[in-house]
């Protein structure tokens, strides 16, 4: 079960290693313990900087040779310029800011682009817990129960689609994971996605 | 389904022992920023483990407002507290001295041997007082970089140091970005704000309005040691915390106090402890330059911050204290957002600590294990 997590916590790593150009600038907002900055700095020689809010993983970053801020993710896109980064890393993250499109929002000004990965909440198994069982989805890679678990504001691939076409945020690029992460798979994302990743741009 | 990454801890710590300390002198002319000069220049200073042969394994550790260079062991066997940062330092510790040749040196300005204002001058055969020169923090980084030359190191593998040891820090890799590996400032800042340099000029007041301090041409069996103990009382507060102080002495009072302003709560007992001792072992003029060169410090000037800091080239490592309110978290985090700003590597961390501005002199497996991550970096 330990590696299969592991490699699902990596699941959007080499699609986001593809999209990433050489040498870009890149800011990881839930950075956890640095990993995806780890591999873009080996694979890509990014300049990356990764933040956190929990101090044992900076600790993690540190001693992954990441440079990283603990602190809070709007504190710190407030302190940077426009376009202060080539690009912005949410992944897994966004259903956990308390005003989503407001992050997302300052994620587009620092960021020239701006990466998304997140967990498709309309992909079928999620739809048949709650339909079925009327639970929430518990797997390897949401193991608690609610009463022990951070809160979470989960999406689906149409409504994420649907609030870019809502604020002309415009898609540059996307990928839809199958339900193992592994295998990309574009047919109906919203049911058959188990996870999503984009890259986005002001309009 | 274990996501944390354990640190192995298992290591064997020894200490440094007995530790002598040496006076660096250098007697060519030394130019403070402020113009003046002195025309000898000694810095008092400890070492501990060796230099290798690449001299490339020596670490700076840069003290404190009124701490001192003895930062690990013991100058005897009978001495009952080690230096200011032994628990740090030492065989196997996070500043590990059976790696790294550590050095630490008394300010310049300061009362323990280095030059400052209680030195006598070898021109005048009397103690400089307040004709020592304006001092900066540069001057006393400026000061230490001599020290390191005399020792044939040509580039640090770090500079530490925390508080005004911090600001020393910043300082170091501004001015000798390529002397630097790598620094670590802790419980720091960018400059004082108007409340530390408020409590500052309280301090400084508490000594120069006491008659005894003579215009800083006291004696040393006469000082100014009620101005100094009330200015070490109230600095001594803003070192702590509000829930340290609550939890260390809370309104537990006294046996019995028989006049109505004796002492009659333990924290009252505690302060006036705490400014009784630092007059045996401070000098009041030295306080107050080194004060005064920590409230003109500014690395917002002379033009702005990313300017300033645009020199560095080190990674560094910052870390700020949640409960410290001398120097608080956000003004460690100003400086870290800067270095971003400039796409420098830089890492901030922050500690949940309850001692207030004291929390990096207070040992924590947290602190162990980040400052001894860092440095192996």
């Known amino acids: 079960m330990h590696t299969q997590h592991g490699k699902k916590r990596q699941a959007d790593f080499q699609v986001i290693a593809q999209w990433v150009a050489e040498g870009e600038r890149v800011l990881d907002l839930g950075c956890g313990r640095g990993v995806l900055l780890q591999y873009l700095k080996q694979t890509k020689g990014v300049y990356g900087v990764g933040v956190d809010i929990d101090f044992d993983k900076i600790l993690s970053c540190v001693k992954r040779n990441v440079p990283a801020y603990q602190g809070d993710v709007n504190e710190i896109l407030a302190c940077f310029q426009d376009n202060a980064f080539d690009r912005v890393i949410f992944s897994r993250t966004v259903e956990q800011f308390d005003d989503p499109d407001a992050t997302l929002q300052e994620g587009l000004r620092v960021g020239k682009k701006v990466t998304v990965g997140f967990v498709n909440h309309g992909y079928w198994k999620n739809r048949i817990n709650s339909a079925l069982h009327g639970s929430r989805t518990i797997n390897e890679v949401y193991p608690d129960p609610w009463y022990a678990s951070i809160p979470a504001n989960p999406f689906s691939v149409a409504e994420f689609e649907d609030y870019c076409m809502a604020k002309n945020i415009r898609i540059t690029q996307k990928a839809y994971l199958a339900g193992d992460w592994k295998s990309e798979r574009a047919l109906l994302p919203n049911l058959l996605a188990g996870y999503a990743i984009y890259d986005l741009a002001a309009s | ?377």
């Not at chain 2, 000037?301 to 020199?311: F, M, V």
Request: proline share 4%; glycine share 10%; charged share 25%.
């Open chain 2, 1 to 377: 389904m274990n996501d944390s990454e354990q640190t192995a801890v298992i290591s064997d710590e020894g200490e440094v022992g007995i530790v002598e300390y040496q006076d660096f002198v250098s007697s060519e002319r030394f130019s403070f920023e402020s113009g003046g000069s002195i025309p000898e220049l000694r810095l008092r200073y400890e070492t501990y483990g060796h230099l290798n042969e690449a001299k490339d394994n020596a670490i700076l550790i840069c003290h404190a407002l009124t701490g001192d260079h003895h930062c690990a062991g013991v100058y005897s066997m009978d001495e009952r507290k080690p230096g200011w940062w032994n628990f740090m330092i030492g065989p196997g510790k996070p500043i590990n001295t059976s790696e790294y040749f550590v050095i630490c040196s008394n300010a310049l300005g300061g009362c323990m041997g280095s030059s400052g204002p209680g030195t006598i001058s070898p021109e005048t055969g009397q103690p400089y007082n307040l004709d020592f020169p304006k001092l900066t923090v540069r001057d006393m980084v400026r000061a230490q970089s001599m020290l390191i030359d005399s020792l044939g190191v040509d580039r640090l593998h770090a500079v530490v140091g925390g508080s005004m040891g911090g600001m020393q820090t910043m300082q170091w890799v501004i001015d000798y970005p390529e002397r630097v590996g790598r620094y670590i400032s802790l419980a720091s800042c960018v400059r004082h704000n108007a409340q530390t340099i408020a409590f500052n000029d309280t301090g400084r007041q508490a000594i120069i309005t006491d008659p005894a301090w003579q215009n800083g041409s006291y004696t040393a069996e006469k000082g100014p040691d009620k101005g100094l103990a009330v200015a070490r009382m109230m600095a001594h507060i803003t070192y702590l915390s509000d829930v340290g102080m609550e939890n260390k002495f809370g309104r537990r009072r006294r046996a019995s106090a028989d006049e109505h302003f004796d002492v009659e709560f333990e924290v009252e007992s505690y302060l006036r402890y705490q400014g009784r001792q630092f007059v045996t072992r401070f000098d009041a003029n030295s306080y107050l330059y080194l004060t005064k060169a920590l409230d003109r410090f500014d690395l917002h000037g002379p033009n702005s911050l990313e300017e300033t800091l645009s020199a560095v080239s080190a990674p560094g490592l910052v870390v700020g204290f949640t409960s410290d309110w001398l120097y608080p978290p956000q003004g460690n985090r100003e400086l870290v957002e800067a270095l971003l700003r400039l796409g420098k590597d830089a890492s901030y961390a922050e500690l949940a600590m309850d001692y207030g501005h004291d929390s990096f002199l207070v040992r924590t497996p947290k602190l162990y294990d980040l400052i001894r991550t860092f440095l192996k970096r």
